[in-house]
Structure formats: structure tokens, C-alpha cells
């Protein structure tokens, strides 16, 4: 498969994650930082990319709750109603 998913901590591994690993930067050395939390999701021709900062190691799910949050708050502001709804896989 041409674009497998791989999964690193640290250190960027293609463009895109290079980006985000330069958005991440500014938002550290921003003089008003206040330990701010960031998700990015960025979309290329050929990969996509997403990338935490500001999360503890293990909150991964806390992160996809605060965008879950967002996009609920973004929906309810447009008339429309987001709703989360688990599947039983076991």
C-alpha cells in the first residue's frame, strides 16, 4: 500500500507532519502562550495528517473529545444537531 498509516511521537516523518510540527512551534514560543492545546488535521494530494499538542501522554481520547465538543458547537450553530453514537464491536 503506497500510503500506509504509520504512527510517530516526536519527530515528524513527511511534509505534512513537518508542518504541523512547525504550527506546534509557533504556538510554544508564542509570548501569550497559556498552555494552550492544539488538534490539527491537515489533508494533502497523496496523505493526511493529524497531530496533538498540549495533551498529556495518554489523553489522546480527551483530545478527540474537545473536538467532538467543537464540531457539536459548530452544528447547534447552524441548526443541525451532532450526535455521537458508539457501535458494539464485542
Known amino acids: 500500500?503506497?500510503?500506509?498509516?504509520?504512527r510517530?511521537?516526536?519527530e515528524p516523518h513527511?511534509?505534512?507532519?513537518r508542518i504541523a510540527d512547525r504550527?506546534?512551534?509557533t504556538l510554544e514560543h508564542d509570548p501569550?502562550?497559556?498552555a494552550d492545546k492544539c488538534v490539527i488535521f491537515l489533508t494533502g494530494e497523496t496523505s493526511n495528517c493529524s497531530a496533538i499538542h498540549g495533551y498529556q501522554a495518554g489523553q489522546?481520547?480527551?483530545a478527540m473529545i474537545d473536538v467532538f465538543m467543537h464540531l457539536r458547537a459548530v452544528f447547534r450553530a447552524n441548526g443541525k444537531e451532532l450526535?455521537?453514537?458508539p457501535l458494539n464491536r464485542g
Open 23 to 25: 504550527l506546534f512551534d
Open 32 to 34: 501569550e502562550n497559556e
Open 14 to 17: 513527511d511534509r505534512l507532519s
Open 60 to 62: 489522546e481520547i480527551d
Open 8 to 10: 510517530t511521537v516526536g
Open 1 to 6: 500500500m503506497a500510503n500506509e498509516s504509520r
Open 83 to 85: 450526535m455521537l453514537m
